[in-house]
């Protein structure tokens, strides 16, 4: 204990250690690119590449850090596997493979999420469990997903198996909480498809609710297996309320939060709302968004499953007034579909968050007129309405990133866009 905390100090000072000191199997996972750059030089990279990338169109603001940029994943995932002569074996896909690199811990991951996924693996083997094969389609445990609340310590264990049946299934839930009496609720997840992905469509509850909860930003979030939910909860409550504060509510507005997951962002803003509607594809995440209105007795805000897209075509046609836009789309960003009916929208602020700054740079330059103006008829991209209700009036106006994933190479951005008008 003593020489890990030694290490992190060190890391602190700008002293970190080789990158077999702080992982042995870093090389093989290839997850955390910085594994072996001090934390501040970690942010000076990240730093220095998203100016590059987006200084042109406005300020850049000094990217928000974390006091301990260590054991962060309130999510972690796990892949089981057999290998000749170790037996069961759990861990991540080697980088561009399906090649299983064994791990016991991460220094990203939450300690206790870690503990359970080894304690899973010897409970696989004294049961006799069979992993899953993707070659042959034979075999029962595929992966094991760990969701850790961290301000309520409540665990969801996710067991994703090839057939709906755990043998003994009462014994393992019983020795596994035995282990862990931390854990709150355990699930059975069935994927017995030949895909990539991990859960598949079916779930039973085998201990406890089938879900938990977590508080972020004062409101308290009911989370459930297949829920998008922030892996890093320090920093998305300063990444939440950096988004608040950009979007300058006064109470008065109508807010939409695009791309809502279970309504986190939308609701940590509905106090200063008049109305928040949130629109996400995922089904079950919506379900979650709905309660968790409830939850926190917000009546000012309604959810939606629907295409992020074709739900803002649909608000567009109606003339809907809509004041302020919070969009967090996936990596690969937003839809032209989506942007274009943004404009027709023609909201006065819009709040975007972004976790792939490469898409972000290719949708502002989209929504400030860069790239459409040839295409739109534009010829000055001076907030002239060219005839089919579209706006070509945003200006970026600030800019700021936040260090949710230390280690890697990835980063978060958050900035507003204005009406050149305002």
Do not use: W
């Not at 999420?113 to 049961?127: G, H, Q, T």
């Not at 004041?323 to 009916?341: H, K, L, Q």
């Not at 089919?388 to 890697?408: A, K, L």
Request: charged share 25%; glycine share 8%.
């Amino acid at each position: 204990m003593e020489e890990n905390r030694k290490k992190n100090d060190s890391r602190k000072e700008g002293k970190t250690s080789k990158t077999s000191g702080l992982c042995p199997v870093a090389k093989k996972c290839g997850g955390c690119q910085y594994i072996d750059m001090p934390y501040k030089e970690q942010l000076a990279k990240k730093q220095k590449y998203v100016e590059q990338l987006l200084k042109g169109f406005g300020k850049v603001n000094r990217i928000i850090g974390m006091e301990q940029p260590e054991y962060y994943r309130n999510k972690v995932h796990a892949v089981y596997d057999f290998h000749k002569g170790k037996g069961i074996v759990s861990g991540i896909y080697q980088e561009n493979s399906h090649d299983v690199v064994s791990v016991d811990s991460c220094l990203l991951e939450n300690r206790k999420a870690d503990a359970i996924i080894v304690s899973i693996r010897e409970l696989a083997k004294s049961f006799k469990i069979k992993t899953y094969n993707e070659d042959t389609g034979y075999g029962l445990l595929r992966h094991v997903l760990v969701r850790v609340g961290h301000t309520t310590g409540q665990i969801m264990v996710v067991l994703v198996l090839g057939s709906p049946i755990l043998p003994s299934k009462k014994n393992f839930v019983g020795a596994l909480c035995k282990l862990h009496p931390e854990i709150t609720t355990i699930v059975v997840n069935v994927n017995n498809k030949k895909t990539s992905m991990v859960l598949g469509e079916k779930e039973q509850v085998i201990y406890g609710k089938g879900y938990i909860e977590d508080v972020l930003c004062g409101r308290t979030f009911r989370i459930s297996p297949k829920s998008f939910y922030q892996v890093n909860s320090v920093q998305t409550e300063k990444l939440y309320h950096k988004a608040i504060e950009y979007a300058r509510l006064t109470g008065r507005e109508t807010v939409i939060d695009a791309y809502c997951g279970i309504g986190t962002i939308g609701l940590a803003a509905a106090s200063e709302a008049k109305k928040v509607i949130g629109v996400e594809l995922n089904k079950d995440a919506v379900r979650d968004a709905v309660i968790n209105a409830r939850i926190n007795q917000i009546k000012n805000a309604d959810f939606y499953q629907n295409d992020a897209g074709r739900f803002m075509v649909q608000l567009a046609k109606s003339q809907t007034q809509v004041d302020v836009v919070f969009m967090d789309p996936p990596r690969s960003g937003s839809t032209e579909e989506f942007m274009d009916a943004l404009l027709r929208l023609n909201p006065s602020r819009i709040v975007y968050i972004s976790c792939n700054p490469d898409t972000l740079a290719r949708d502002l330059k989209y929504l400030t007129g860069a790239s459409r103006g040839q295409k739109a008829g534009c010829e000055n991209g001076k907030g002239k309405d060219r005839g089919n209700g579209m706006v070509n009036g945003y200006r970026v106006m600030e800019i700021t990133p936040v260090d949710m994933f230390p280690f890697t190479e990835c980063i978060e951005t958050i900035c507003i866009l204005s009406q050149i008008s305002q």
